[in-house]
Nanobody, 121 residues
């Protein structure tokens, strides 16, 4: 399988927006797709998960971030609005062929290299 590849990170001021993308043709059939992040001196955090029409979000990003998937482009997105300095982190996409059950809280098998998001106050 080809590697998951994230893009779209960058630097933005608080209140701004970014859209992250994650592409990988070998993961098209996977049920579970997700975005994680790891900030400076913090543990990795699950940000959002996508399972067909079901999504889940960390409380810290609810109402501000939106995960979506474009099957035709084999790409998942994370639209991030109203960004805060505490959103600063390396963001990773992840994928798993998990056959049943929820995608939130799962130990994902496939990971991208990450894309940095920096939000300044």
């Amino acid at each position: 399988q080809d590697q998951l590849q994230e893009s779209g990170g960058g630097s933005v001021q608080a209140g701004g927006s970014l859209r992250l993308s994650c592409a990988g043709s070998g993961y098209r059939s996977h049920r579970c797709m997700a975005w994680f992040r790891q900030g400076p001196r913090k543990e990795r955090e699950e940000v959002a998960t996508f399972l067909t029409t079901e999504t889940s979000y960390a409380d810290s990003v609810k109402g501000r971030f939106t995960i979506s998937k474009d099957n035709a482009r084999n790409t998942i997105y994370l639209q991030m609005d109203a960004l805060k300095p505490e959103d600063t982190a390396m963001y990773y996409c992840a994928s798993d062929p998990k056959r049943a059950g929820a995608c939130s809280g799962w130990s994902y098998a496939y990971w991208g290299q990450g894309t940095q998001v920096t939000v300044s106050s």
